[in-house]
Structure formats: structure tokens, C-alpha cells
């Protein structure tokens, strides 16, 4: 009997192993993004995981140090889960130029070869083809629930121009077009709506197959309003022929659509109808933002208009990308808790750029100095201070600061649990006494979350929040308060700090 039930554990511990082994990856990301539960992280592949050993910023490429690599970035997969991290956005991982470049290693965004794997991130330690390594990493992601997604650039390299100049569109004087003040790049002649450039064409399906094959889950075109929306409804529709769940992320907003010097400029409306599954909305301009109705009218506005959509979208909670300042540089750590708290309690899929979580301000003290050595034909450390280096071979982002590590891995925590709650629920508006309060609830099943804070990140406010129909013997649960509201019939009254924000939940309550 004691053989018998030995041999049945082993038989079903081999069939648990071969289960496991053979396990195959569904993909899920575009239901999960058009159903706001996706929290992603941006990174940089080049940074990673990058090994700096003497801890002077820069990576010295030796046996001791290392830039970020497809297989180097696998060790640090493990922590992602933790943070509450369900997706990777890889900035571009193509060969990218050395002509014209900007700094040492060259722009991840200055792609030289939309069908080649960038070698910078190649590991020379195995035997494994780059395109192997890659995989890898993909799989290695998706065997800890991890989803990938790789961004697409907009633009070619000066050294993809120089081979083929037929590619790229010209101005009235015969020159290639730089758009806007990205020296290292030209502007690809993408046709119009009517008749868009196969060639061109036929370069982004290179890119797409080269996902297809690395198993990849989504995609974010960087810049999308550059090409015909006919451009785009072919492409996504060719992908999904394949992969009915490849995400298509566009990475523009309502604010900012129009590209200087472009020649076609594809508005966010026409970009979705083309098949791209959602977009940046306005928050890229909540930075800006300088009182708490501008905030809360861009919140009301923008998902009235998804509502309203016959086909379903969605946005990312994109406050802060690699294109802007690290938060606590730019409005110190209070900023960066608020946005964490953003992501968490808005009806949006969740977005952090690595580093932004543990506080890095992304200041090199190498920054814009002579190098001593360079890949490229740039022999100057070029970076855009206080914005994560793309240009050269730089440290891993920091993660030391462990309070806003907390209030990271807090709010996503948060965001799982009620994710229902939030793509349920009904959103609202609520009014405030103070104009730099502001204040919103999404309702469902008889409860509500309430978040309010105070956008100006210099003075205290105090004001009262209404509350239609409430009662002061509700059950109030504080999620993240500093001081407790004073709750009366129809309204609470609450003090914030400079750039505070409070979350709350009040059961058996609903607007």
C-alpha cells in the first residue's frame, strides 16, 4: 500500500512538473487594459538592471560592469510582483543609429532597423542568439504574470536616412524633415490618408512580425499622429490576425497631437477609430494644471466621452513619462504620492516610469560633460536633466527611497481590490468650498471611494466636500487620511497639507 501511494504522488508530481513545463502563455492585455486593470511600469532596457559597480552613474562596459540586457534585466522580474507590477513597457529594444546621435550609446528612440534587435542589449555571456535572449526575457516575464509590451518609434535614424532617403519626407528645399527638436531623427514620409507609403508601411510590419516572434503583448506607438490613420487600421489589423489580444497603446493625448514640421498630424479620435485600443488622455497636462476645476473638468469631460464611445477605449494614467521631470524634482515627494493615488482610485490602467516609484530625481552629475569614450559620433555625456537617460549607458534607476516605495506598492494593492469597484461603478464629480481642493467618488454595490486632495503644492487648504444625501452615522473606513475629516449631514470637512491626498471609503453609501 505504502509503494502504491508513493508511486501516485511521483506519477502526479511528474504530471504537475510537465503541466507546468508546458504551460503556454494566453494573452490578456488588451481585455485587461480596456478594463483598467493594467499597472504598468516603464523602463529602459539599457537601465534595468544595469550593474554599476564603482557607483559613479555611468556603466563602464567591463567584466565588472554591465548596461541593462535582456538577460541581466530577468534577476530583477522577481521584485515586479511585489511592487503589484502586471506589465513591462520596454522603451524601443531596435538597433538604433550612431550618426548624428545624441550621447554616448545613442537615443533608444533613434531606431536604424525596425526588424533588428538593438546589440547594446545583446548579452555576450551566452551562446543564445539575440533573438533567444529576448525571448527569454519575454517568456521569463510571463512565467511570473507579467505582461510585455515594447514601444514603437516614430521616427528613423539619421542613419537609416542615409541609406534610404526615399523613406523620408522633405521639406520645400528638397532637406529631410527634423521634427520638432529630435536632432538624431527624420521624419518618415508616411503617405496620406488616401494612399499611405507601402514602403514605410512595410518597415512597421517588420517591427510587428519581430513582435509577433518574441511573443510580446502589446504595443505603443510613440507618436502615432504622424502616420495616416489608414496607416495604423492595417497595421493593427494585420497583428491581430495573429494575435487577437495584442494591445495598441497611443502614446498622445488631448492636449498634444500636433508634431512641429510634420506634414500629417492624425487627431486622437480618428487614431481610436483606426483600432488603437486607448491613449494618454489629459493627464500629461495635470502638471500644469493651476486650480482643482480644470482638474476635475478634464476628469468629468474625459470619461463622459468614453462613455459615449460605441466601441470600448481606455486611457493610462501617463502623469508622469519619461518625457517629464522625475515627480520629486519637479513638486517633491507630495507629488509623487499623489499620482501613485491617481492611478490607484481613477477609472484609468495604472502607469509608473522606474525610478519615479523610489524616488529617483534622475540628475547624472556626469551630465552634459565631455566623454572620454563614445559609440556614437557624440563625445558628450548629452541628457535632458531631471529625465531618465535614454542617450547613454547609465545606471539603474533608484529605488531607495522606501516611503514612497510603500505608498507605491499601497495604492496598487489598493487598485487590485477594487478594480471592479472602479469599472462597475459610477464616477462623479464633487463639489468643494476651496478651489484648490479637489474632490471625486466612484460608487458601486453600496459603498464608495473618495479621494481629495490639494493641487497646490505650496499652501494648506481647508474647505468643506459635499456629500449628497449623507448621513454622519455612515461607516467610514480611512484608506490614507493624516487627519480625520469632520463628517456632518451632506458634507465633511477636511484639512490637506501641501499637495495632500486622503482616500476613504464609506459603506452603505452610494451617489
Known sequence: MKKTAALLIGLLL???NTAFADRVWVNDLRTRFLNNSAIIMEVNPRTFNAHDVDGDG?????ETEESGTFLNGISRLDAMPTYGINTLLLM?????GKIKALGTAGSLYAVSDFSKLNPQLVSDKTAMSDIEQAKKFVREAHDRNIRVMVDLPACGA???YMKRPELFAKDKNGQAIVPDSWTDVRLFNAGTEEAYNKDVYALYQGFVDLMLELEVDGIRASVPSTKPASFW???ITYSRKYDAQMLWLAQVSDANTNVANSPVNTPVEKLLEAGFDGYYGPFDEFKNTKSAKDFTTQLSTLFSKLNKRSDKKAVVGAFATHDDLSPVLAKGMPYSVMLFWLNATLPINSFVLDGNQGGDNFVYAWGNK????SETDDMQYFVNRGKIDIFNYSRRPSTGNQ???SEYVMSNQFKRYFTTHMNAGTFHVLKTTHPDIFAYATSYNRSTIIAMGNINFSSYARGEVKLPKFNSDKVTIPVKITEP????NGKMTINLNPGEIQIMIINDYEL
Not at 524601443?92 to 538604433?96: E, L, T
Not at 565631455?370 to 569614450?373: G, L, S, V
Not at 475629516?485 to 456632518?488: E, I, K, M
Open 58 to 62: 555611468l556603466i563602464k562596459k567591463s
Open 14 to 16: 511528474f504530471s504537475m
Open 485 to 488: 475629516p469632520l463628517l456632518d
Open 403 to 405: 516611503l514612497l516605495m
Open 370 to 373: 565631455k566623454a572620454t569614450e
Open 233 to 235: 487600421k492595417d497595421l
Open 92 to 96: 524601443p529594444v531596435n538597433q538604433i
Open 158 to 160: 539619421y542613419d537609416l
